[in-house]
């Protein structure tokens, strides 16, 4: 009987480095296990959650979105930022683009999606845009230039207004799983 080898089973994998991105206010970092309470305290908040599937999401539902933002940085080179008050170290939320491959019409051909959430102890200050600005900065470079979306609740208009300031534009509204949203594209 030959014996398995299990160092594949024990080897901790390297994980692309997640740049840190500064602004006048915000530190944005790649997502630690020490960022977990927060970041689940967040999405179990109503208010949050209002126009992003509208309910509070489960720890075991936090655990998986950290998950995905993880594994979205190692398998795509972009991913979610933790954002945090530079001075305080405050959570503020998260900010990031990914790739769920969503079924939506029209197609969002593969574009990177932008997308935030902030805490609502922290609405109302700025703090939205100035993240998705440094993000969008960072993604000049990284996708070439190259199109990027983002897909908003109609009634939120919180987060479309930051979008609009960033330079999005609607470009189509549609249906996804049944519910009403806006496409904008930058």
Not at 36 to 62: D, L, Q, Y
């Given at each position: 009987m030959?014996?398995?080898?299990?160092r594949?089973?024990?080897?901790?994998?390297?994980?692309?480095?997640?740049?840190?991105l500064?602004?006048?206010?915000?530190?944005?970092?790649?997502h630690?296990?020490a960022?977990?309470?927060?970041?689940a305290?967040?999405?179990?908040n109503?208010?949050?959650?209002?126009?992003?599937?509208?309910?509070?999401?489960?720890?075991?539902?936090?655990w998986?979105?950290?998950?995905?933002?993880?594994?979205h940085w190692?398998?795509?080179?972009?991913?979610?930022w933790?954002?945090?008050e530079?001075?305080?170290?405050?959570f503020?939320?998260?900010?990031?683009?990914?790739?769920?491959?969503?079924?939506?019409?029209?197609?969002?051909?593969?574009?990177?999606e932008?997308?935030w959430?902030?805490s609502?102890?922290?609405?109302?200050?700025g703090?939205?845009?100035?993240?998705?600005?440094?993000i969008?900065?960072?993604?000049?470079t990284?996708?070439?230039?190259?199109?990027?979306?983002?897909?908003?609740?109609?009634?939120?208009?919180?987060?479309?207004?930051?979008?609009?300031k960033?330079?999005?534009?609607?470009l189509a509204r549609?249906l996804?799983?049944?519910?009403?949203?806006?496409?904008?594209?930058?």
């Amino acid at each position: 009987m030959i014996a398995p080898d299990i160092r594949m089973y024990t080897a901790k994998p390297t994980l692309p480095p997640v740049p840190v991105l500064t602004t006048a206010r915000l530190t944005l970092r790649g997502h630690t296990v020490a960022d977990f309470s927060e970041s689940a305290t967040m999405w179990a908040n109503p208010e949050v959650t209002r126009f992003i599937g509208g309910r509070p999401f489960s720890r075991e539902e936090a655990w998986t979105r950290l998950l995905r933002y993880i594994g979205h940085w190692s398998l795509n080179g972009f991913g979610y930022w933790v954002v945090r008050e530079t001075d305080s170290n405050r959570f503020v939320g998260e900010v990031g683009f990914v790739d769920y491959k969503r079924d939506i019409v029209p197609s969002l051909d593969d574009a990177p999606e932008i997308g935030w959430v902030l805490s609502p102890a922290v609405h109302g200050q700025g703090f939205a845009t100035e993240a998705v600005r440094a993000i969008l900065d960072w993604g000049e470079t990284r996708f070439g230039g190259a199109r990027t979306v983002c897909l908003i609740d109609p009634g939120n208009t919180r987060s479309i207004r930051v979008a609009e300031k960033c330079g999005y534009r609607e470009l189509a509204r549609a249906l996804y799983r049944g519910e009403p949203t806006v496409v904008f594209e930058r």
